[in-house]
């Protein structure tokens, strides 16, 4: 086996490097050829056109329609997220209690909200708080975006805690057994410090997620981008530029949401490596010989 080998596949060898060049290129070719065909198509129905774009240099335009659908995504997902994580936690922790009756409750929710599509959430939501006036008339469609995406993203989030503590090894809980903490104590200054920096990237994938579902309010009349982009494209009959506006706006933001946890990340793992681990035994060694550790239970 060469040195390339990986453990998953053989390194491919000369011949199945020519072919995978030539399928690389042949997929290039399509992606280009098909681009070309849309943006042909873009060009016929003058979408592509210096007029179509004119829009976005006029400030007038921004605040009026960009600025404000961008801070309803922005608050809906910030606080859906800020939410979803507490409830998440929570729900998580609770599934996995030592009571069998408390993990079923827990868990009939956590499956319950994840199996509930967001939208249709949205919908009941926005009826039924609208038919007993349960906020501000203003406030409608962005109490039911929050609540909607916090109760889906929530269940999501206590399943990867859960799978996050559960992942540890066992030689973890039973240190912590063994120095006599308590099941609080022990989720708090073990379990959850390791678990955190182990679930951070699933929990990124899920607060992206909840970025772009707040674009589910437009089906309600919530004021985000998505909404506010296509109503821009109908006033300066624009459509396809605005969208593609809008479409550079949420990568952006996406981007901007998924740097920041990478850097978090990776401040977590290196604020862990610099801590020296004292091993459970060494602390067992050190205690007086006639000290009861269990007493501290």
């Known amino acids: ?67 404000p659908g961008l801070r309803g995504t922005i608050v809906a997902a910030a606080l859906s997220i800020v ?42 939501l926005f009826a039924v708080i609208s038919k007993y006036d349960l906020t501000d008339s203003s406030q409608y469609a962005l109490t039911s975006v929050v609540i909607a995406l916090t109760v889906y993203n929530g269940s999501v989030i206590a399943e990867i805690v859960r799978s996050g503590i559960r992942s540890l090894p066992k030689g973890q809980t039973e240190a912590a057994v063994a120095l006599g903490l308590r099941k609080g104590q022990m989720m708090r200054i073990i379990l959850l410090p390791q678990a955190i920096t182990a679930m951070l990237p699933a929990i990124v994938s899920q607060m992206v997620v909840a970025l772009k579902d707040t ?23 624009n459509t396809v530029p605005s969208l593609i506006v809008v479409a550079a706006i949420m990568i952006a933001l996406n981007w901007s949401l998924t740097r ?38």
């Open 1 to 67: 086996m060469s040195s390339g080998a990986s453990v998953l596949f053989d390194a491919p060898g000369p011949k199945a490097r020519v072919r995978h060049t030539l399928y690389s290129v042949l997929v290039g070719v399509v992606i280009v050829a098909v681009l070309w065909l849309v943006l042909a198509k873009l060009a016929d129905k003058d979408q592509l056109t210096a007029d179509k774009w004119k829009p976005f240099v006029d400030g007038e335009v921004w605040q009026t329609y960009i600025l």
């Open 83 to 124: 939410f979803a994580l507490a409830i998440g936690m929570i729900f998580g922790l609770l599934r996995l209690s030592d009571h069998r009756s408390v993990r079923i409750v827990a868990g009939a929710v956590v499956e319950f909200a994840r199996a509930i599509p967001v939208l249709i959430l949205m919908i009941f």
């Open 260 to 297: 920041v946890a990478t850097w978090l990340e990776q401040r977590l793992r290196s604020r862990r490596k610099g801590r020296a681990v004292v091993p459970a035994a060494a602390v067992l060694t050190d205690a007086a010989p006639g000290m009861d550790l269990t007493k501290s239970r």
């Open 215 to 237: 674009a589910l309010g437009y089906q309600i009349t919530y004021q985000e981008i998505v909404r506010q982009g296509q109503q821009l494209g109908a006033a300066e009959q």
